[in-house]
């Protein structure tokens, strides 16, 4: 019989074989929808060449495959599933660097600041691996500070989603269902802050983000009740009259 570890690294390399093409086959499913009120964009992507995506890890899915082939780098967490995620991201066309802020945060943060340029683009689950859920960490806020990358927001709304019993009750969307990417605005954070500056810019940058979900949540809710709307009057609208014809 396999021993714990080779079964876990034959679980890693089959699930990192299989995932990405039924990731993408899952994802291309959804019907997504891309907005942004303040930022120029580009075949549904924001044309800035170096940025922070910061999304909450409930809605990481999402964003995952949203995305793909713009040089995405992000952090994946050194626990037992961290190389099962690292391998799925990987056949995703993310690269990936192993740390977290639980677990070799320091070396992480070092390899992902060690060539700031312009088209450097990191996307960060700023409240994972663990939580608190919404609640943003420094580590964020640190490394768009030493790197000068702005930080770019989003927001994730969803029509339909498997909700899990996780700590983040992360959202798995249903095939076929509605999705909308709301990109908030870019915010510069100063370089070379101190830990109190830190903690002030991680407490706006938080409220930002949690604004930006509600408002995403809002204007998904708009949206597609008013397609709903829509469709029910043109639906009238072509409808034969009432009443039996010839009398």
């Given at each position: 019989?396999?021993?714990?570890?080779?079964?876990?690294?034959?679980?890693?390399?089959?699930?990192?074989?299989?995932?990405?093409?039924?990731?993408?086959?899952?994802?291309?499913?959804?019907?997504?929808?891309?907005?942004?009120d303040e930022?120029?964009?580009?075949?549904?992507?924001?044309?800035?060449?170096?940025?922070?995506?910061?999304?909450?890890?409930?809605?990481?899915?999402?964003?995952?495959?949203?995305?793909?082939?713009?040089?995405?780098?992000?952090?994946?967490?050194?626990?037992?599933?961290?190389?099962?995620?690292?391998?799925?991201?990987?056949?995703?066309?993310?690269?990936?660097?192993?740390?977290?802020?639980?677990?070799?945060?320091?070396?992480?943060?070092?390899?992902?600041?060690?060539?700031?340029?312009?088209?450097?683009?990191?996307?960060?689950?700023?409240?994972?691996?663990?939580?608190?859920?919404?609640?943003?960490?420094?580590?964020?806020?640190?490394?768009?500070?030493?790197?000068?990358?702005?930080?770019?927001?989003?927001?994730?709304?969803?029509?339909?989603?498997?909700?899990?019993?996780s700590w983040?009750?992360?959202?798995?969307?249903?095939?076929?269902?509605?999705?909308?990417?709301?990109?908030?605005?870019?915010?510069?954070?100063?370089?070379?802050?101190?830990?109190?500056?830190?903690?002030?810019?991680?407490?706006?940058?938080?409220?930002?983000?949690?604004?930006?979900?509600?408002?995403?949540?809002?204007?998904?809710?708009?949206?597609?009740?008013?397609?709903?709307?829509?469709?029910?009057?043109?639906?009238?609208?072509?409808?034969?009259?009432?009443?039996?014809?010839?009398q």
């Amino acid at each position: 019989m396999l021993g714990r570890k080779r079964r876990r690294r034959l679980r890693n390399w089959l699930v990192g074989w299989l995932a990405p093409p039924l990731v993408r086959l899952w994802t291309w499913s959804l019907r997504k929808r891309i907005s942004s009120d303040e930022l120029e964009e580009k075949d549904g992507w924001v044309t800035a060449p170096g940025m922070i995506v910061l999304v909450w890890h409930q809605r990481l899915f999402t964003l995952a495959t949203s995305f793909p082939n713009n040089g995405f780098r992000t952090l994946v967490s050194q626990h037992s599933d961290g190389e099962m995620i690292s391998r799925v991201l990987n056949g995703l066309g993310v690269e990936t660097i192993r740390g977290s802020t639980t677990r070799g945060f320091v070396g992480a943060i070092r390899e992902l600041v060690s060539n700031p340029g312009e088209n450097v683009r990191i996307a960060i689950t700023p409240d994972g691996p663990r939580g608190p859920p919404m609640k943003l960490q420094q580590g964020a806020i640190y490394i768009a500070s030493k790197t000068g990358l702005p930080i770019l927001i989003l927001g994730i709304g969803l029509s339909s989603s498997w909700t899990f019993s996780s700590w983040d009750r992360f959202k798995l969307p249903w095939p076929f269902s509605r999705a909308l990417i709301r990109i908030g605005k870019l915010i510069s954070i100063p370089p070379d802050l101190n830990r109190e500056e830190i903690e002030q810019w991680r407490i706006k940058v938080e409220n930002a983000m949690c604004e930006n979900q509600a408002d995403t949540d809002e204007r998904f809710e708009e949206l597609y009740s008013k397609s709903a709307r829509l469709r029910g009057m043109r639906k009238k609208e072509n409808s034969p009259p009432g009443g039996v014809p010839g009398q």
